[in-house]
């Protein structure tokens, strides 16, 4: 009998996996098997091992053993799970769809993937630390899961938390709504993709500010959206370029353009909302940070100038509480409430009861705005401790875009491109230090170099222990011209063409 053992772990297993595979592969059925000390010899081992393995094969059911008259192949053999055979390369019959999805799909680019090594990072999308929001949390949680019933939740959402959200949007965002206008979604992830089910064919056009969050054109893309990036300025998007463009649905960012910062001036915002009037199209408002404002009362949000129901108004927990939760909510205008309802049955039935439970409660008792607050105070200090680091290093090399508002700063690099932010970025990554570029957030590259700084999840005191890590990098990678060197002419790097940003279609 020839045996071939394949090395792996203890030999009496070897010598069943063995015996297995040539029982599989057609040793007849009632085959008598070589007696337990013949086949012993025959492979160099003990007598013990072909016994443990003629055991192992008989409590299998692979063999009948025969008192006084050896072993033998069962009749019929048993059915064995076989291996599954390793997959060679790419040869899935995906759809279309499950192929966009995978080329637009790239894990470092989750909000708040952390740069691997560091021991300070300007991670964006990381919460605040928070032990008194934990526990006050847990406790809403567990009373929530005592008394939530345990059947499915209505799709659009439990009544406690439509209402306690339209209560907190009234006074916190100018935002008046009925709880049946309030659909309960997984984040703005969720609601993005219910948009692009409810409102979008592949090939129809959606309009996204330039630059943008990067997860919402994603999502637009693998459902076949056909991108037009329209450029921002000091005022929001630059709602002219629009004219040309035939876009179903604009997404913005009215109260804090991401991630430059820029808030929608009321010009603006009214041509916009004439616009999707005039063309028919849809606005989504990601109004992702609007609680987070520093200077002055946080704005009303577009949602509350729109008298023709263009705009479906989203807002999240990610920020004003925690991402993990993945809960958020979308205003829907009254013609589309039908299909965004059948769009989240779809898509999940509803969203999770206990957590919905524990956040109406949380909400209805004041202890929501009370941690936003609180909240706001601490990253009004780490925001002013940032930016004082920032100027302190600075000698000419950066350039801050403040924003008075949110959880991160754009920080360009004045006469730098792409390739030498990214020397920079891993210049501080070798360093312990994690910096991000703005690039992952253009459709288009471009010559304007420049980080998106978090601070949200830092503590003043790391904020300072990583500027010093930032400052040695800087200084190293763009070192500061001295006078003597400064006698040949600087050499034109780059031009700021971009600067406005420009309508392009893809
Ligand atoms: C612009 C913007 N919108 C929305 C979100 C939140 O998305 P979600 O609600 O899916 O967590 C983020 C998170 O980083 C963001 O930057």
Redesign the pocket.
């Known amino acids: 009998m020839h045996l071939e053992l394949d090395g792996e772990g203890p030999l009496h297993a070897q010598l069943t996996r063995a015996l297995k595979a040539m029982m599989l592969s057609g040793l007849g059925d009632g085959t008598r098997l070589p007696p337990t000390r013949l086949l012993a010899q025959e492979l160099g081992v003990s007598r013990n091992t072909v016994l443990a393995a003629y055991e192992q094969l008989r409590a299998e059911g692979f063999i009948d053993a025969r008192t006084g008259s050896g072993s033998y192949v069962a009749q019929p053999l048993p059915a064995t799970p076989m291996p599954a055979r390793p997959v060679q390369g790419d040869i899935g019959p995906q759809s279309v769809r499950a192929r966009r999805m995978r080329d637009c799909h790239d894990q470092s680019a989750i909000?708040?993937r952390a740069v691997p090594g560091a021991v300070h990072s300007f991670q964006?999308?990381v919460p605040m630390a928070n032990p008194a929001l934990t526990t006050a949390w847990a406790r809403e949680l567990s009373r929530a899961a005592q008394y939530t019933p345990p059947n499915y939740p209505p799709t659009q959402g439990l009544p406690a938390l439509r209402e306690a959200t339209c209560d907190y949007l009234s006074r916190r965002r100018g935002v008046h709504v009925r709880p049946e206008d309030v659909l309960i979604v997984?984040?703005?992830?969720?609601?993005i993709a219910l948009v692009a089910d409810v409102l979008l064919d592949p090939g129809d056009v959606a309009a996204i500010e330039e630059p943008h969050?990067d997860?919402?054109r994603k999502v637009l893309l693998s459902r076949g959206a056909s991108m037009q990036a329209v450029g921002v300025d000091s005022q929001g998007l630059v709602v002219d370029e629009l004219a040309q463009a035939r876009a179903k649905l604009v997404c913005v960012?009215p109260s804090h353009q991401?991630?430059t910062g820029a808030l929608m001036s009321l010009r603006r915002r009214m041509a916009l909302l004439e616009h999707a009037s005039r063309k028919g199209a849809w606005i989504f408002e990601?109004d992702?940070?609007g609680e987070f404002r520093y200077v002055g009362k946080p704005l009303a949000a577009l949602r509350s100038l729109d008298r023709d129901n263009r705009v479906i108004y989203v807002g999240?927990?990610?920020?004003a509480l925690f991402?993990s939760l993945?809960l958020?909510y979308l205003v829907m205008p009254p013609q589309l409430r039908r299909d965004f309802i059948a769009a989240k049955w779809m898509a999940d039935f509803s969203a999770p009861g206990i957590e919905q439970a524990a956040l109406a409660g949380f909400i209805a008792s004041g202890a929501f705005e009370r941690h936003l607050r609180r909240t706001a105070q601490e990253l009004k200090v780490r925001r002013r401790a940032l930016i004082d680091g920032l100027l302190a290093c600075s000698r000419g090399r950066l350039r801050i875009e403040d924003s008075q508002a949110g959880m991160h700063l754009v920080v360009w690099l004045p006469g730098r491109g792409d390739a030498e932010v990214a020397e920079l970025v891993q210049h501080a990554q070798q360093a312990g230090l994690g910096l991000y570029s703005i690039a992952p957030y253009y459709l288009r590259p471009q010559d304007r170099g420049g980080l998106l700084m978090g601070f949200g999840a830092m503590s003043v005191a790391e904020i300072e222990q990583a500027l010093a890590l930032f400052a040695q990098s800087l200084d190293a990678v763009f070192p500061v011209v001295t006078a003597t060197r400064q006698r040949q002419p600087p050499v034109q790097r780059t031009t700021r063409r971009n600067r406005r940003g420009r309508s392009r279609a893809s």
Request: proline residues 12%; glycine residues 20%.
């Open positions: 909000p708040g964006y999308g997984g984040g703005t992830q969720q609601a969050y997860a919402i960012t991401f991630p990601d992702y940070d999240t927990f990610s920020k991402p993945r958020g």
